[in-house]
C-alpha cells in the first residue's frame, strides 16, 4: 500500500520473515528449539525497527550526520554520512613516561642509511654489502685454521681429516667407518657418559660423515658454548681411547648391519658402491664405503690405532668456523690443539685413473601375482621391487677450478625429478630431464642427472628408473643417450641464462646458513688453499658461455663410459651394449 510508511514496511517485511523462519524451524527442529528460534527471531526484528527509526545511529552522532540525495537508476537514495570529530572520543596517546626497552633503541651514527632508503646518498658498494672475508691461520703443527664471522647468534665448526676410504687397503678396509662409529665414545679425558652429557647440556648438533676422500666431524651450537664445544670435539677428534669392548660393540653391530643387508638380497644399498667399483676398476675410489662382514670381522683394534695415528694428524686437518671472530677461534684452537705433534710423515697423493666399465644386474620378471602381493601391504610397498634402474656416467675433472662453475649450470640445464615431484617454479620443471623424459614417457618413475665429484676427478651422468612391468630399461637407455647429446645440438639462451640463475641462487641461498658456511670454507681451504668470495662465485658462473658447456660435455662424452643396467632378462636383452653406445656417441660428438 503506498499510504504504508517506510518503517510500517519494514516491520511488515520483518514480521512476514520470522513468520517464514518459525515455519521451517517446526519442520527441521523439535519444538523446543523451535520455541528458542522465534524468540531470537522475533527479538532480531524489534531491534531492526528501532534502529530505523534512529537512522541506526547511537544519540552522540546524530548532529555529525550529513544527509544528502541522488539518483541511482531512477530512484532517489538518501545518503548519509558523517563529518568531524565523534563526540566523547578521545584520541590513544602513549604516556610519555613510557621508555623503550635496553638495547631496543635505534640510533644511526650515521644519515647514510635513511637517505639511502629515500633513493638519497650513495650507492653500496662491495665492501658494504656482504660478511667479512674467511681468514685462515696454520699453526705450528701444520693444522689450517680457518673462519668467517656472520654475527649470527649460533657457531658452527666443521673439521676435515684428509683420511677416507681411498686410503684403506685390503687390510685395514672398513677401519674408516669403524672408526666413524667409535667417534663420540670414551677418550682419554672423559668416559663416553660424559661424552654424551656435555654435548646435550648445551644442546650441540653433531655429525660424523665417512666419504671415499674426506672424514668430516661437524657440529653447532650457541656462540657463547663455542669454548666448550672446541674443548669437547677436539677431545672427541684427536684423543680418543679405543677401548676394546666398545670397539667390540661397533664391530658387532656392523656385521649384523652387513648381515641384514645380505638375507635381504637386495642390490639398492650397494648400487652407489658397484658405480664407483666399475668406474674406477681397481683404484682406490673404487673400494665400498660400506665392507663385507668379512672385512670387519678381520680388522684388528691394531689396525684401528695405525690407520689413525697415521692419517689423523694435524697437517692433513682443516677446522673451519662460522660465526665467530678469527682471532678468538684462533686463541681455542692453540689451547685445545696446538700441542698436538704432527709425526711429519709425507704421504704421496692417492692417485686414480678412471676406467670406465659395465655391470648388469638381473632381477626376476613382475607377475601378477606379484603386483597383488605388493597393493595388498597398505602404505609400504617398496617400489625398488617393481623398478628397473638404467645408469650412464663418464669421467668428469671433479672439483677442479676450471670446470666447477660449467659443471654446475651443465646440471642445472639438465635437472630432473621423480613422479611425485610436484614441479612447481624453482623445482626443475623447466630443466631438459623433466621436460624431455618424466613428463613425455608414463614408464618413467624418475630420471635426473648426478654427479659424485673428486679432487681431480669424478662422475656426470643420469639416472633413470621405469617400471619392470613395461620392459622398459632398453627404451629408457636410449632416451637418456639422446639427451646427453642433444645439448650438443642446441642450447637456447633462455635456458641457460635460467640454469646460470639456478646455480647462483642454490649457492648464494645454502651459504646463508652457518653450517653450511662451515662447510664450504673447509672444503674450499682442502681443495684450493684458498675461498672464493660469493662476488667471485657469481662471476665465475657469469662467465661461463653455452659454448664452454658444449665444450665441458664434449670432453666428458668422449671418455669411457660407466654402464650399469638392474633388470629382467628381456630388459637386459634388448639393452644396446656398452660398446654400441659407446660407439654411438662417439660418432655424434
Not at 688453499?529 to 662476488?535: P, V
Not at 665441458?552 to 634388448?574: C, F, H, K
Request: hydrophobic content about 35%.
Amino acid at each position: 500500500n503506498k499510504s504504508n510508511t517506510e518503517e510500517e514496511v519494514l516491520s511488515f517485511h520483518h514480521t512476514s520473515q520470522s513468520i517464514i523462519d518459525i515455519m521451517l524451524s517446526h519442520l527441521l527442529f523439535t519444538k523446543g528449539l523451535s520455541k528458542i528460534r522465534s524468540q531470537r527471531l522475533d527479538q532480531s526484528r524489534r531491534l531492526s525497527t528501532v534502529r530505523l527509526k534512529k537512522d541506526r545511529l547511537p544519540s552522540h552522532l546524530e548532529k555529525n550526520i550529513i544527509r544528502s540525495e541522488s539518483q541511482i537508476n531512477g530512484q532517489t537514495i538518501t545518503i548519509q554520512t558523517l563529518e568531524g570529530q565523534v563526540n566523547e572520543i578521545k584520541p590513544f596517546t602513549i604516556s610519555p613516561k613510557l621508555e623503550p626497552f635496553e638495547g631496543m633503541k635505534y640510533e644511526p651514527k650515521s644519515k647514510f642509511s635513511i637517505d639511502f632508503l629515500k633513493g638519497k646518498g650513495k650507492e653500496m658498494n662491495e665492501e658494504d654489502n656482504h660478511f667479512p672475508e674467511a681468514k685462515v691461520t696454520t699453526l705450528s703443527n701444520g693444522m689450517r685454521i680457518a673462519s668467517q664471522q656472520t654475527y649470527s647468534a649460533s657457531t658452527s665448526m666443521a673439521v676435515f681429516v684428509d683420511a677416507g676410504i681411498q686410503y684403506e687397503d685390503d687390510s685395514n678396509h672398513g677401519s674408516s667407518i669403524l672408526l666413524e662409529k667409535m667417534t663420540f665414545k670414551a677418550t682419554n679425558k672423559r668416559d663416553t657418559k660424559s661424552v654424551v652429557r656435555e654435548m646435550e647440556d648445551f644442546g650441540g648438533n653433531v655429525t660424523t660423515t665417512t666419504s671415499r676422500d674426506l672424514i668430516t666431524y661437524s657440529c653447532d651450537s650457541l656462540r657463547h658454548d663455542f669454548p666448550k664445544l672446541m674443548d669437547l670435539m677436539s677431545d672427541v677428534i684427536f684423543n680418543p681411547k679405543l677401548q676394546s669392548e666398545e670397539v667390540e660393540e661397533q664391530r658387532n653391530l656392523l656385521i649384523q648391519d652387513c648381515n641384514m643387508l645380505q638375507e635381504e638380497n637386495k642390490i639398492e644399498p650397494y648400487f652407489s658402491d658397484i658405480v664407483h667399483n666399475i668406474a674406477y676398476q681397481g683404484q682406490p675410489l673404487g673400494r665400498g664405503v660400506l665392507p663385507e662382514a668379512a672385512s670387519f670381522e678381520k680388522l684388528s683394534l691394531e689396525d684401528l690405532k695405525q690407520f689413525r695415528s697415521k692419517y689423523w694428524t694435524p697437517s692433513r686437518t682443516v677446522l673451519a668456523v662460522s660465526g665467530e671472530e678469527h682471532d678468538e677461534v684462533v686463541k681455542l684452537a692453540n689451547q685445545y690443539l696446538g700441542n698436538l705433534e704432527d709425526p711429519k710423515i709425507i704421504i704421496p697423493p692417492v692417485q686414480n685413473v678412471y676406467t670406465g666399465g659395465f655391470f648388469q644386474y638381473e632381477v626376476p620378471e613382475v607377475t601378477e601375482e606379484g603386483e597383488a602381493e605388493d597393493e595388498e601391504v597398505d602404505g609400504s610397498r617398496q617400489k625398488e621391487k617393481e623398478m628397473s634402474q638404467t645408469l650412464l656416467a663418464f669421467e668428469s675433472r671433479g672439483n677442479s677450478l676450471e670446470s666447477t662453475f660449467t659443471l654446475s649450470i651443465l646440471y642445472g640445464l639438465l635437472g630432473g625429478g621423480g613422479s611425485f615431484s610436484s614441479g612447481g617454479p624453482g623445482k626443475g620443471m623447466y630443466s631438459r630431464v623433466y621436460r624431455n623424459i618424466l613428463n613425455r614417457y608414463s614408464f618413467v618413475d624418475s630420471a635426473f642427472c648426478f654427479m659424485s665429484n673428486f679432487a681431480t676427478t669424478g662422475l656426470f651422468g643420469l639416472h633413470g628408473t621405469s617400471y619392470r612391468k613395461d620392459n622398459a630399461l632398453p627404451r629408457m637407455l636410449d632416451i637418456i643417450v639422446h639427451e646427453l647429446l642433444s645439448l650438443l645440438k642446441h642450447i637456447s639462451n633462455e635456458e641457460f641464462k635460467r640454469a646460470q640463475n639456478q646455480a647462483k641462487s642454490q649457492i648464494l641461498m645454502a651459504l646463508e646458513s652457518n653450517n653450511i658456511i662451515a662447510d664450504d670454507i673447509g672444503r674450499q681451504f682442502f681443495l684450493y688453499g684458498k675461498r672464493l668470495a660469493n662476488h667471485q662465485i657469481v662471476e665465475g658462473i657469469d662467465a661461463v658461455t653455452i659454448q664452454d658447456v658444449q665444450n665441458e660435455l664434449r670432453w666428458m662424452l668422449s671418455t669411457e663410459p660407466t654402464l650399469a643396467l638392474v633388470g629382467t632378462q628381456t630388459e637386459l636383452e634388448g639393452a644396446a651394449t656398452i660398446e654400441q653406445v659407446r660407439n654411438h656417441i662417439r660418432k655424434r660428438i
